[in-house]
């Protein structure tokens, strides 16, 4: 029986971690309703004096809609390579299970300890001549995210009893059709918490784009703060709403879609 002690004990260490988190959200949310003065005070009271202008102002010069259309159009082709790739990795990883295939599994999983190193990445995307498109951002979180996708499904996978395997090829199925017929259904827990984790790191990520994005027509939705933020004069007013404007949609389809990622991400560890 649990101590009545220790469940308060753990109860108040969650509370304290949640406060941790949400602070910050309230200081921003309060603060993108203040002036200019107000705001610069980086105060947790509510304003003096209640304004949507800032709201008005980000949506007026902060090209909110081409911003999120870059924002989406990356975000959306980042998550059906990862999906796709990592999936067909995982499957082959997972099934073969030969000296080959552990070296290959034991590179991705030394892509989540390897930091990634922007200066040769920047050189590579130069001497390939995609710096500052589409496809060099695409590329770039491709390769970072793959290895934790790869990591994440080849656990999955082993609960995935290989019998089904044998039963299907024995019918005549060819191994692309047992992948995407049987195997990859199979699959939609994990792949929904790879989806959601995916998109989150490329909404948010700001040093991606800044470092490989020279044309700023094709900023994502986090780069055009630079609008609203300066050296000398900069109304944190402004730049509090457009960061409520930002963190708004993938906060809300993390909240709607958190109980897949707990699913997911606990799956794996059932077996193996």
Known sequence: MEHPGRRTLVSL??????????????????????????????????????????????????????GFKNSFLISGLVVVCVTLFASMAAFVIQRRDDRFMRSAYLLFIMGLIVPVSIVPTIRLMGDLHIRGTYLSLIMYYTAVLLPFAVFLLVGFMKQIPRELDEAALLEGCGYFRLYWRIILPLLVTVL?????????????????????????????????????????????????????????????????????????????????
Do not use: C, H
């Open 192 to 272: 929904v918490t790879v989806t959601i984790v995916v998109m989150v790191s490329v909404w948010n990520d700001f040093f991606g784009p800044f470092y490989l994005m020279t044309d700023s027509t094709k900023w994502t939705i986090v780069l055009q703060i630079f609008n609203f933020v300066s050296l000398y004069n900069t109304n944190w007013g402004i730049v509090f709403a457009f960061m409520v404007i930002v963190i708004a949609p993938i906060l809300l389809v993390y909240l709607l879609l958190q109980r897949y990622i707990i699913d997911g991400l606990t799956a794996g560890s059932v077996k193996g």
């Open 13 to 66: 260490i969650v509370f304290l971690g949640a406060l941790v988190i949400l602070v910050p959200f309230y200081m921003i949310l309060v603060n993108s309703f203040k002036g200019i003065r107000e705001s610069a005070l980086f105060g947790m009271g509510l304003p003096s004096e209640w304004s949507f202008d800032n709201y008005k102002e980000v949506f007026d010069k902060g090209n909110i809609v081409r």
